[in-house]
Nanobody, 117 residues
Framework: QVQLVESGGGLVQPGGSLTLSCAASGMIGSIGRMAWFRQAPGKQRELVADTFSGGRTTYADSVKGRFTISRDNAKVYLQMNSLKPEDTAVYLC?????????????WGQGTQVTVSS
């Protein structure tokens, strides 16, 4: 069973920075994709950024130039700069992996990010 544990959330003032971390553990074969999603109250879950096994990364338009995703083996990070109140949400880590030729995925429980003065 694969587990994802996020950390790094908290309360920050507008314009501030936070770094989220996510560590995957368990019987992971090879990782194809790691991503950060977020979900604000009353809104749908949305993709923030993701990184693929070949090194390609993608970002939501709303965070381009402010957020940076990076990966180190089974850990993924999200550096968030110039935070805005609209970035307030629960941030969830996601992994897509292969084991024994079968793909599976897993979600973390989420970490709260609140941007407020």
């Amino acid at each position: 069973q694969v587990q994802l544990v996020e950390s790094g959330g908290g309360l920050v003032q507008p314009g501030g920075s936070l770094t989220l971390s996510c560590a995957a553990s368990g019987m992971i074969g090879s990782i194809g994709r790691m991503a950060w999603f977020r979900q604000a109250p009353g809104k749908q879950r949305e993709l923030v950024a993701d990184t693929f096994s070949g090194g390609r990364t993608t970002y939501a338009d709303s965070v381009k130039g402010r957020f940076t995703i990076s990966r180190d083996n089974a850990k993924v990070y999200l550096q968030m700069n110039s935070l805005k109140p609209e970035d307030t949400a629960v941030y969830l880590c996601y992994v897509l992996f292969w084991r024994g030729g079968v793909s599976s995925d897993s979600w973390g429980q989420g970490t709260q990010v609140t941007v407020s003065s």
